[in-house]
């Protein structure tokens, strides 16, 4: 399940850093903590996007000069994000950054079929390394991803992720063997003949330590079985999903997808 969150924007022109993961991590944390009572604080299983809407560029950061912003926020647990939108319309503002936002309307996106074979772009960087388990890979190191290792780092996590969910049985979790990620070769090439870059280091604050991975953000199809891939469009793709890395859309739908209005 997919929503957007529409905010209007109160101090236009405010601005959020380019990468605000971190500062939505702690705005979302912060929303479940509150109100009902039963706390989602330590679900894992969701994923969202970047902040969107008009900006300008500075070297400080990302201006907001648009008068609504929208935030992609999704999850196969309907119960959680009403939690979420539960708490977040008790206010009347928020602040993101130095951003002052306030919470108008929710849509939610029209459900999606997916098969084995599933074309996706990346709305957020997806990072294939846990810093803070893994002895054996640099979290920073770069790996392409037509690299088997990058299928098989991305592989490991699902699994785990899903394990974990409780969703799924053993027998289930054993069949989902197939896992593939084929980047798409024509966009990493004009890439790389304009000399711009599709990964970068990315600093992820974890209690009392920062550490640093790269994240990637391509178009690719991924070949596995379709309980993967609807785990993987709800709950993100790779490591610190609930951290707004990961989180990817069809590359076949565009901007234009159907809507319609949400209560909860």
Known sequence: ??????????NRGAILPFHHQNILTDFIKETLAG??????????????SGLKGQTKISKKGLHYTSQKTTLVLSSP???????FLFNLFKNETVRLGELILS?????????????????????????????????????KGFILPDNDLFSDLLYDSTMIRMEKSGVYSNEQIASFFK???????EYLNKIK??????ARI?????????????GYTFPFTLYA???????????????FADRGFGMVDLATLGTERKTEKYFF
């Open 1 to 10: 399940m997919r929503v957007r969150i529409i905010f209007s924007v109160k």
């Open 35 to 48: 109100g009902m009572e039963k706390s989602f604080i330590e679900y894992p299983f969701y994923n969202f």
């Open 77 to 83: 647990s309907q119960e959680f994000i009403d939690h």
């Open 103 to 139: 919470p108008l309307s929710v849509e939610k996106e029209e459900a999606v079929a997916l098969g084995d074979a599933v074309k996706y772009v990346c709305i957020s960087p997806i990072v294939i390394i846990n810093p803070c388990i893994s002895q054996t890979h640099n979290p």
């Open 179 to 185: 896992f593939q990620i084929v980047p798409d070769k």
């Open 193 to 198: 003949s304009e000399e711009k870059k599709f």
């Open 202 to 214: 990315y600093t992820i604050p974890l209690e009392d330590n920062k550490y640093e991975v790269r």
């Open 225 to 239: 079985a379709p309980e993967v891939q609807y785990f993987l469009y709800n709950c993100g793709l790779g490591i």
